[in-house]
Each structure stands twice: as C-alpha cells, then as structure tokens.
C-alpha cells in the first residue's frame, strides 16, 4: 500500500480512504488527484497530467479559478506542485470528482460513494492521518491476532474428520488395545488424541467392536470382548 504524504506542519494532513489508498487533502483542504490515480489502478495515460491537458478539464479549472479571489492560494481550485515531499496535484472537490469521471464511470461511482460517505461522518472534514494511522496500525494488529487464532484452529475439514471414525481405524485401535497399547499410544499411531480414542471405545457399541475384534484378532489371541474395553 502506498503510504500517505506527510504533509507538513502543524494542520495534520486530511482526506479519505478509497480502497487501501489514502486520499490526501492540503493545508486548504484540496484532494491529491495523484492519489485518485494510484486507487484507480488505471494506466499512465489517465494521470492528472494527461486529464489536464483535455479541453474541457481546461474550461471547468477555467470556471472554477473564477470564484473567490484567485491571488490567494487557498482560493486556487488546483495547484500544481513540483518536487519535494509534496508534490503532486491538488484540486477542489469538484475538480477532484470530474478527475475521477473522466477516469472511468465506475471509478467516479467509487469516489463520489466514499467521498459521501466521508463527508457524513466527518461533516466538518476528513480525519486526519496520524488518526488513520492510527487506525490502521489497530487494524493491523487485530486482524493479525485473528490470522493467528484461525492458523490455530483445525479447518472444517479437520474437525469433521476428528469426530468421524473409520471401520478401519476401528480395527487398528481393537487391535493395538489387544496388544495392550493405551489411548495415548493408540492415538498417536491414528493421529488422533487419547481422550478421542477413548471416548471412541466408550461410545461405541460393544457388541459391533467385540465382533469385529472376534473377526481380526489371531486364533492366538483368546481374549474376552470385555476385556478389549477396559
């Protein structure tokens, strides 16, 4: 993920997030069109320079320039800023979604709902980004801890197989009880807990694993059924 600009001083930087992208505002509350062009994934030929040099970016910058007075830079619809930590774009939020617009009809879909949805929760501006940093390092940690707590957890498919017996597994674990193995012992050749093997011979009918112990147990092994489930 590409980081956020610091950019600068005392008013923290602000903006939104689209994506894993942050969307940086300045110090006068223009957005980074740079940004929009990294959450967007679209090619060179959509980057902010290339939209500025389309007529009709040139006529709404033209219109947009004409509110307030246009001497003062934070009256500026767009700036241009070359070199240094801070360069890039920045234009007014109108600018901002007419950038996203001729990017693609999703892409400005994407922007103008979280723009929106931003401006909601933040009526009076964006967060600002040590407090999105700090989220997301939150963020990180949290779901960190989680990939950690489901890698220790058996799958579905691990625990169903931990709960279902096979007929053959049955006929392991009579035999080795015959050779006088405990549940430990057993469990560890059908890689499965002691407690499992013996809440198995527990569980299971005597009669059907007496019977099945008659038929694959030795002649040799002349053992009482009940004595397999000791």
Avoid at 126 to 148: F, G, H, N, S
Wanted: hydrophobic residues 35%; charged residues 20%.
């Amino acid at each position: 993920m590409k980081p956020p600009i610091a950019l600068n001083s005392s008013h923290a930087p602000r903006g939104f997030l689209i994506g894993n992208v942050f969307i940086n505002q300045d110090e006068h509350g223009r957005y980074r069109l740079n940004d929009l062009h990294i959450a967007s994934g679209a090619p060179q030929s959509k980057k902010p320079g290339k939209w500025m040099q389309n007529q009709e970016a040139i006529d709404l910058i033209a219109v947009m320039s004409k509110c307030g007075n246009r001497h003062l830079e934070q009256n500026q619809s767009l700036v241009v800023i070359h070199g240094g930590s801070q360069q890039g774009t920045y234009a007014i939020d109108k600018i901002m979604i007419a950038y996203a617009t001729w990017i693609s009809p999703e892409f400005f879909n994407q922007v103008i709902d979280t723009y929106l949805a931003a401006k909601t929760v933040q009526p009076h501006g964006m967060i600002p980004i040590e407090t999105y940093y700090r989220q997301q390092e939150r963020l990180d940690e949290v779901q960190t801890k989680y990939i950690a707590m489901l890698e220790q957890q058996p799958t579905a498919r691990e625990t169903s197989a931990a709960h279902k017996w096979t007929p053959e597994e049955d006929r392991q674990a009579i035999e080795c009880r015959l050779q006088g193995l405990s549940y430990g012992q057993i469990g560890k050749r059908l890689n499965r807990t002691g407690d499992a093997v013996r809440h198995r011979f527990e569980r299971a009918l005597k009669t059907e694993m007496a019977g099945m112990a008659v038929n694959t147990a030795s002649p040799a092994a002349s053992v009482n059924a009940d004595e397999v489930w000791c």
